[in-house]
């Protein structure tokens, strides 16, 4: 990309320097916010009990992530860094008002079922840590992706969660019924536990495969 | 007065905040990896949380009433200041704790167990007395399940994990055993 260019990295600590697309896919893959970075753990757990629930509790921090992003590296020159953190949630409560209003008028139930972690998206570490080490260090248009990629891949593991949970917890995916009559559901998984189980789950699958991949590779034994 | 000893008791151990309804995960799976810091760390949110209770009160009462929709960014520059002034205190009176808790001191502001709690309050449309009992079992219920996550993973460490579970699988699982052991209290009463 030539538009990169014209953006001086002066601000110390900035990330390197990468074509937009590796600012999205990291967000998805090797970055991943909550299987990899383990940031946002509460959502993840909190709302995942439904499919719906999770795609939309995903897209709404998605919206707050792009834009608080983007206005937060727009403003970055003019942002003390003493008062930056304030400065930063004070953008991001402003975006998270109004994706809960646009939500409780648009789709009033799941605005409802989610309740009051719509507002706690403020408080999501997601979105001030990339603020803190992304958006606030770069122009508006990698934040931008980066902002892009971080809430594609908080949409993508937290719907796996929640529709594995929703299919075993209830055996309807989305609303609708997919295991059948004769399936006996899973209570366990649409409750606290289930949410705990699913991601220690996925963590230990994650490990496993680490290590197997360790295990074909033995030029670097530790 | 028995609702209030409700209010308590539900909160901090029906729905515990952690391992019921989720909020404050990051110092759960972050600082539990010694009791002493574990509980440390759910006094000082204590004290926040209580802080919380009231202003989010005082602020429900008096200045939300005419703008509602100023709730959320209300709450969370309350909750911002009120940290810093704990921070400031602990690192005068205790500077070991200060050291110890490092990274998560100031992220108590952004622990969604003391957000969460203003708007728990707020939607449930408790009186200051009500909100206060709230403030305390929230506080006692994440204490004791800071203390208890970290006597387990303190065992933990001297077991012979798999190699596969050494990182967060193990202890998410061991929080999911918490978590359904908590469910025992459910029959005490509903939220």
Not at chain 1, 37 to 42: A, E, K, S, T
Not at chain 1, 73 to 100: C, N
Not at chain 2, 126 to 139: D, H, P, Q, V
């Amino acid at each position: 990309m030539t538009a990169s260019t014209t953006e001086t990295p002066t601000t110390p600590g900035a990330p390197a320097e990468a074509p937009l697309w590796t600012d999205v896919w990291h967000g998805i893959a090797d970055n991943n916010p909550v299987l990899v970075q383990m940031l946002g753990l509460c959502p993840a757990m909190a709302v995942s009990n439904s499919l719906a629930n999770g795609l939309a509790m995903g897209l709404a921090t998605t919206f707050v992530l792009a834009c608080s992003s983007v206005l937060v590296s727009v403003a970055r020159k003019g942002i003390p860094a003493e008062v930056r953190l304030t400065v930063y949630i004070l953008i991001i409560a402003t975006f998270v008002t109004v994706a809960d209003l646009a939500l409780a008028a648009t789709l009033p139930e799941i605005s409802k079922a989610l309740g009051p972690f719509v507002p706690l998206i403020v408080v999501n570490c997601i979105i001030l840590g990339r603020a803190e080490a992304f958006a606030g260090k770069v122009g508006p248009k990698r934040a931008l992706a980066d902002a892009i990629g971080m809430g594609v891949g908080f949409t993508l593991a937290l719907s796996t969660i929640s529709a594995v949970r929703e299919l075993l917890g209830s055996g309807s995916l989305l609303g609708f019924d997919v295991l059948g009559p004769r399936f006996e559901p899973w209570v366990v998984m649409v409750m606290p536990p289930g949410g705990f189980l699913m991601l220690g789950i996925i963590f230990l699958w994650m490990g496993w495969q680490m290590e197997r991949k360790r295990a074909r590779t033995p030029a670097v034994v530790a | 007065m028995s609702n209030l000893a409700w209010i308590f008791f539900s909160t901090m151990l029906v729905n515990n905040f952690t391992l019921a309804m989720f909020l404050g995960l990051c110092p759960f799976f972050g600082v539990t990896s010694k009791v002493d810091t574990g509980w440390r760390l759910g006094a000082a949110n204590t004290f926040v949380l209580l802080i919380t209770a009231v202003s989010a009160w005082l602020l429900n009462t008096f200045v939300l009433a005419t703008v509602p929709f100023l709730r959320t960014i209300a709450f969370i520059v309350v909750i911002a200041s009120t940290v810093q002034i704990v921070e400031m205190i602990i690192k005068k009176l205790l500077p070991g704790l200060f050291r110890e808790l490092g990274i998560y001191l100031p992220l108590i502001t952004t622990n969604c167990a003391i957000l969460g709690l203003a708007l728990f309050q707020t939607s449930r449309g408790y009186t200051l007395l009500e909100g206060i009992a709230f403030a305390f079992g929230a506080g006692f219920g994440l204490t004791l399940a800071l203390t208890l996550m970290a006597s387990i993973r303190e065992r933990m460490d001297v077991a012979d994990v798999p190699l596969v579970a050494r990182r967060m699988g193990l202890v998410l699982v061991v929080a999911s055993c918490l978590s359904m052991a908590f469910m025992g209290f459910a029959g005490m009463g509903s939220s």
